[in-house]
């Protein structure tokens, strides 16, 4: 596990104390600006996605760290329905997914936005998993995630209404490779070009949409906030139930001053962008210290802080690489890791924890 997932999960760890700031997905990351209103110079910023002086921790966890339990915790949560305010908030977010046709042309250029239609053929058979009506495909950002080279690239030039296959091959782990072999013909139809459409209201949205009415997408709204609620919680509930395995597993060996301080540089280094971030999100004006006790209350200080983060990875590196044996094929990766091998990772470990009966939901 690299530590740019690591430093994720340090922050919920962080605030999961007492505050319960995040959602251990939530990567917090944004694009870095040359100015702010509240007076913070970007110039010298870095996205710490490009940062490569990560610690990574000990070579050898199970030196430092001993699990004593892994299963058996039970996390205290508390269920709540979706309010109206998050319904509105959730909506607002989707409203920026809005879409209209480009009219003045009909032939696919680099970078557009595309609707487009798809049948994955194997064996003269469809595969309804790998088969989409009216998907939106943006040509500089989209890519397959189950063929090793997809039709991206094969769609420029084409005009709307254009019907055409393309030849490709399954990455590894994708699920029908084992029973049906790995190459495949994906045939794909050009719907439309599109282009953002920017409503400024609910009803012009709808106005975009496939949905008959705002009533109807109100309701769909409503699931899908009551969903995002629901694995929110059990997001924190997994939060918790780690706390707990971290505070129980014993230090058998304590930590060099030097891999202490590089945590420190490293911990230090993310905290940052992350309160730059919160800043740039909520204009609130605040120096580290400030940001520190707000966000991370359970520690005194960030070399507190740092051991911790320490002994935390130890635990997690322990459970992922040895005791469940995690390892993301290609296909995971994509799926559901969005092309991060860590993302994968962890959601393949809460995945695991959950069959063992470990996140356990509780009322408070």
Request: aromatic share 12%; charged share 35%; net charge negative.
């Amino acid at each position: 596990m690299n530590k740019t997932l690591f430093l994720v999960l340090g922050s919920v760890i962080c605030c999961s104390l007492t505050a319960g700031c995040g959602s251990v997905f939530s990567t917090g990351a944004s694009e870095s600006t040359t100015e702010y209103e509240a007076g913070y110079d970007y110039e010298n910023y870095e996205d710490y996605e490009d940062y490569e002086d990560f610690y990574e921790g000990p070579e050898h966890p199970e030196e430092y760290v001993k699990i004593k339990k892994y299963s058996g915790y039970k996390a205290q949560v508390q269920s709540e329905e979706v309010t109206q305010e998050e319904v509105d908030n959730w909506m607002e977010e989707d409203m920026q997914y809005a879409y209209s046709d480009v009219t003045d042309r009909d032939t696919v250029e680099e970078d557009d936005l595309v609707e487009i239609s798809y049948k994955t053929i194997l064996n003269g058979e469809v595969l309804e998993d790998f088969s989409y009506d009216n998907e939106i495909w943006s040509l500089s950002e989209d890519a397959s995630v189950f063929l090793e080279e997809d039709f991206t690239e094969a769609l420029i030039g084409k005009k709307v209404g254009t019907t055409f296959d393309f030849k490709g091959i399954f990455v590894e782990g994708a699920p029908t490779v084992e029973s049906h072999g790995d190459k495949c013909t994906v045939r794909v139809t050009v719907n439309a070009i599109k282009e953002v459409a920017y409503p400024e209201s609910v009803e012009e949205f709808v106005d975009f949409s496939d949905f008959e009415s705002i009533e109807a997408y109100r309701k769909y709204a409503e699931e899908k906030a009551r969903k995002s609620k629901e694995e929110k919680t059990e997001k924190d509930a997994l939060s918790q139930i780690m706390n707990k395995i971290v505070e129980d597993a014993e230090q058998i060996k304590d930590f060099s001053a030097e891999q202490i301080d590089r945590e420190i540089q490293t911990q230090e280094f993310y905290l940052e962008n992350d309160m730059y971030n919160k800043i740039e999100d909520t204009g609130e004006d605040m120096d580290f210290d400030e940001y520190f006790k707000k966000y991370c209350p359970g520690y005194k200080d960030l070399e507190e802080y740092s051991k911790y983060m320490l002994k935390y990875n130890c635990v997690y590196r322990q459970l992922a690489e040895d005791i469940y044996q995690i390892n993301p094929t290609e296909y995971q990766i994509r799926k559901l890791g969005h092309g991060s091998r860590d993302e994968a990772e962890h959601i393949l470990l809460m995945g695991k924890m959950k069959e063992d009966n470990i996140l356990v939901l509780e009322e408070k």
